[in-house]
């Protein structure tokens, strides 16, 4: 399954050791977004990670957009 961008990233700031706390913690997170977009967001990404399986979820590369995944990156100050 493919994930945008936005999915990502918001993946990204939640535990994504396994697809299935992710799922929890976006169910969690709910509770405190009032922002509709951000809402909509979470839930159809909640929604698609049940419909992926482990070893998809596996696969996945999920680094930020923000950072290439590299070690390598220098803090620019």
Same mark, same amino acid.
């Given at each position: #399954?493919?994930?945008?961008?936005? @999915?990502?990233? *918001? #993946?990204? &700031?939640? /535990?994504?050791?396994?697809?299935?706390?992710? &799922?929890a913690? *976006?169910?969690t997170?709910?509770?405190?977004? $009032? %922002?509709?977009? #951000?809402?909509?967001? &979470?839930e159809?990404?909640?929604d698609? *990670?049940?419909h992926?399986? =482990? $070893? @998809?979820? +596996? /696969?996945? +590369? *999920?680094f930020? +957009?923000w %950072? =290439?995944?590299?070690? =390598? $990156?220098?803090l &620019?100050?």
């Amino acid at each position: #399954m493919k994930y945008s961008m936005e @999915e990502i990233n *918001l #993946m990204c &700031i939640y /535990d994504t050791e396994n697809r299935t706390t992710l &799922i929890a913690e *976006l169910e969690t997170a709910t509770e405190y977004v $009032d %922002d509709p977009e #951000m809402l909509r967001l &979470i839930e159809h990404t909640a929604d698609k *990670l049940r419909h992926t399986t =482990d $070893d @998809e979820f +596996a /696969d996945l +590369a *999920l680094f930020p +957009a923000w %950072d =290439d995944g590299g070690e =390598d $990156d220098a803090l &620019i100050v």
